[in-house]
């Protein structure tokens, strides 16, 4: 009975949190149902026409995002999740009560007043008037309010207090005292210039990420998930532990243009898990599986949950560059994903989908393969073209569109239904993918502009007493400074989404990780500590005790969010090694590497580095392992990912000479396991527990 409960209960938190993730949280009657629609469609016009024909500056852009993003959020989510005894009006689903409505114009007007009045602020530069401050305040109170309503309380909370800091910091204690900020000098760096809310994040959500949340919306209702997951289980199903195998697949093609890790479950995982527990996995097993599998999502260009766009504008580079840096620890990490689904069936002996249980592939292909057009437009426009991402994300969008009106024409004259009719699906599958991407975009756009103000307030000279406290608590050691930074991104992250996690620690600990590594007699490039500090802010998504993604996977599955997000957890352990390695060898980020040659070599060695440190922790190569194998394991792991310890205490004349070192080490530990599985069959036997 107990867990019937804990299923009913688990599937009311998947409701809730897709309900949150989606911006579904109000289910409106009457005519307040068209307000939402109306202002998703519009915002939809909106991106996309600002991506071709219509011609704004910067700000009007920005500020107009962050309008439409205001209204929407107040349309859609009540102040109050769940009922309370009183108060209906603010936690009611079936209405927008008049405050709310209220609100939602008073907080487009206030994101639209820099638009509005730019000649005049821009004339009065640091001395804003009443009118301004005023403004300014309700634009910063009502951005705080709906930053807790869209993505919880944390961002808010550090917001406010970093705020406080800046305007009261002279009366803090002498090891934090530093020169406070006027409240004229606030607004107008936080409220009135392009160094705040309306600042480089909230620039990169308006010009680019909204596009790739619009085509990943649009290609979500057209189906293309289904099509993920049957492609996946064609190729990878019949293998040992092939419905884990394909969920991590179907979730690496997903990621690429989801950028949400708990749009990636529910999209993929309504499918996968069951398969697994249909071979044999238990319900835990499972759904960390396609946690860690979603998760890593984000870890794959191009969207890369919008980080990779930000990261582009931070470091003024092509975004192609991110790509590159991006490209070997995002495939190394699915590739040991999948190692991994590997060992956990061999150690609970479990089987793959028969021939009967599989789609049939020429079926699959046949009924999706115009998905992959739109897929291959954007890929061409952004590796080959070499054209701006939005560009891209934009033409890759009108191909989509023109795939499923040709889709709907010709399921009308198979079908024997009217030209009329297919016109009028097309539009209205078009709608609802406007609508969609919209409300996705809700929480994206907020989380950036509320990550925005602490930016800002950093900006403003805060920073370099922030850095410096860092600094002494890592006491100039580069190992205690990335424990700091990974240790502080996991627990901001349990609050917020990974975008703004990023933009917090990137802003505060990346200048420091490349400084205090000079300091420690070697170079660390910008790119690899922001992409240290994106890679676990992504992980916070299944940390315990909140990880959003472990709960959603957890009702699919019928299992326990915390163990769920545990097992989750030490599965991404992978990618946590392969972070810290990239710190310490940049070639696993290709910099300064543009041979393609050697970049097929490192990612070989990356992959099989990180294949030897999941068959460490996992405890399993093609048997149990000894002891002693796991030192081999871990030393091949340590020369596969760095090589150049052999140069630095071998002497070895080439540093790349280190990976024959953790090749021997790699067959050491299999010739060691095939003699010991030789004298001992038992050692391959399954394991009680998988």
Known sequence: MANNNLDEQSKVKLEEIIAEESGELRVLTNWQKYIVPTLGIAWALFQLSISSWLLLNEVTIRCIHLAFAMAMLFCSIPFFKKPKKRFKFLWSRDRIPWIDLFLAALGAFAALYLFLDWEGISNRAGMPITRDIVIGFILLILLLEGSRRAIGPALTIIAIAFTLYALFAEHMPEVLAYKSVSLRKYMTQICLSTEGIYGIPLGVSASVVYLYVLFGALLDRSGAGKFFIDLALCFLGKYKGGPAKAAVLSSGLTGMVSGSSIANIVTTGTFTIPLMK??????????????????????????????????????????????????????????????????????????????????????????????????????????????????????????????????????????????????????????????????????????????????????????????????????????????????????????????????????????????????????????????????????????????????????IAGSEPIPTGIQGFLYDIRTTIIAYMFIFNPDLILHNINSWPLAILIFIMAVLGAWAFSSATQGWVIGKNAWYEIILLLGACLFLFQPQIGQKFLDFPNKYLGYIVGLVLWGLTLFSQKVRIKKNPDLTKPVISI
């Open 278 to 555: 249909k071979i044999g996995y238990p319900p835990t097993k499972a759904a960390a599986t396609e946690v860690a599998a979603s998760i890593d999502g984000q870890l794959m260009p191009p969207i890369m949950g919008a980080a990779a766009f930000i990261i582009a504008e931070y470091l003024n580079v092509p975004y192609i560059q991110v790509v590159k840096s991006a490209a070997i620890p995002a495939l190394a990490s699915y590739c040991a994903l999948l190692y991994i689904t590997h060992i956990e069936a061999s150690k609970a002996g479990l089987r793959g989908l028969t021939k009967e249980e599989l789609p049939v592939l020429r079926d699959v292909i046949k009924n999706g393969y115009f998905f992959l057009i739109p897929i291959g437009i954007l890929i061409y426009e952004l590796m080959i073209l070499r054209r701006t991402p939005d560009h891209s994300a934009f033409v890759a969008i009108i191909w989509l569109l023109g795939v499923l009106l040709i889709r709907e024409i010709y399921f009308a004259k198979v079908k024997n239904y009217s030209f009329k009719n297919a016109i009028k699906n097309w539009i209205d599958q078009v709608a609802d993918g406007f609508v969609k991407g919209s409300k996705n975009m809700v929480s994206v756009a907020i989380a950036c502009a509320s990550a925005g103000i602490i930016v800002g307030i950093v900006n403003l000279g805060i920073g370099g007493m922030i850095t410096e406290i860092v600094e002494q608590l890592s006491g100039g050691n580069i190992f205690v400074m990335l424990l700091i930074t990974s240790i502080a991104s996991l627990l901001i992250g349990m609050g917020l989404p990974t975008t703004a996690t990023y933009i917090v620690m990137a802003s505060l600990t990346a200048p420091i990780i490349v400084e205090v590594g000079q300091s420690n007699n070697f170079i660390v490039p910008l790119m690899a500590a922001h992409l240290f500090c994106f890679y676990f802010g992504m992980l916070a998504d299944d940390t315990p005790p909140v990880g959003l993604a472990s709960y959603a996977a957890a009702a």
